[in-house]
């Protein structure tokens, strides 16, 4: 039996990283689409690792291929496409057209990466703004 889930482990990673490959997309982006970081990506590559149940519910909308595609032999995967009903989110203005078109021009995922957690920082500190100000005008309680 071990040697079965092991099989299976091995098949996980390649067809993650074919999912990866054919979607034109790296890890990180995965990552992101995940909301998990990018070295849990790579494990699950490359270390025969599988992600947790919750993670693994949500690699179908990630990715487009049904979750049993990633368990099958090789030989078998080959023949079942994915889902192809998934749309592409299309940006909604020509603001976030402009901020994707610089996104996809940095040359490495690093800078990418750079780049998502400086709009998160940004976020957090309008977040913190935000709950001051609340708090200061006692529309929410203080911890104090």
């Known amino acids: 039996m071990y040697v079965f889930e092991r099989a ?16 034109g997309i790296s890890q990180s982006e995965l990552a992101r689409r995940l909301g998990v970081k990018a070295q849990s990506v790579n494990g699950w590559c490359n270390s025969n690792i599988l992600p947790r149940a919750d993670i693994l519910d949500r690699l179908q909308s990630a990715t487009g291929y049904p979750l049993y595609w990633f368990f099958l032999e090789e030989t078998e995967a080959d023949t079942i496409p994915a889902i192809t009903s998934e749309k592409k989110r299309q940006p909604q203005s020509a603001q976030e057209q402009k ?46």
């Open 8 to 23: 299976r482990n091995m098949n996980f990673g390649k067809r993650l990283q074919k999912a990866i490959h054919d979607l």
């Open 99 to 144: 901020l994707l078109e610089q996104f996809e021009l940095l040359p490495t995922d690093d800078e990418r990466e750079k780049i998502v957690k400086l709009i998160e920082l940004r976020l957090q500190e309008l977040d913190d703004v935000a709950t001051a100000y609340l708090k200061k005008r006692k529309i929410i309680p203080s911890n104090e």
